[in-house]
């Protein structure tokens, strides 16, 4: 018998905000953008308890991912027209 504890209530207000990015994303046809996730997650109302576990497993995702997508949510201006940040190029800079 497999006893399992519930989810704590962070991580269903996570999958909630997800979804929902993942439902306008798909009419969209926009890339995910983790600053926005990051920026609605903000306006949430969590208990300090609740974002001490959060923050921490928020902060080991952002060690893996490029600094500009952890950032900031609006686009940056390149010549004339906007880009968003984009993951690691893999491609030798030269």
């Known amino acids: 018998m497999v006893v399992s504890e519930p989810k704590p209530l962070y991580v269903h ?4 905000i ?10 969209s046809e926009l890339a ?10 903000a306006l949430e109302d969590l208990t300090p308890t609740q974002q ?5 497993r928020l902060d080991t995702l952002e060690s893996f991912m490029v600094q500009e997508q952890t950032e ?3 686009p940056k201006k390149k010549g004339r ?4 940040p ?4 893999w491609k030798p800079k030269v």
């Open 32 to 41: 995910f953008n983790y600053a926005k996730f990051k920026t609605i997650l």
């Open 18 to 27: 997800l979804r929902g990015l993942r439902i306008a994303q798909q009419s």
């Open 52 to 56: 001490g576990p959060l923050k921490q």
């Open 81 to 84: 027209r906007f880009e968003m």
């Open 86 to 89: 984009t993951g690691t190029c």
């Open 72 to 74: 900031s949510y609006l």
């Open 13 to 16: 207000v996570v999958e909630r």
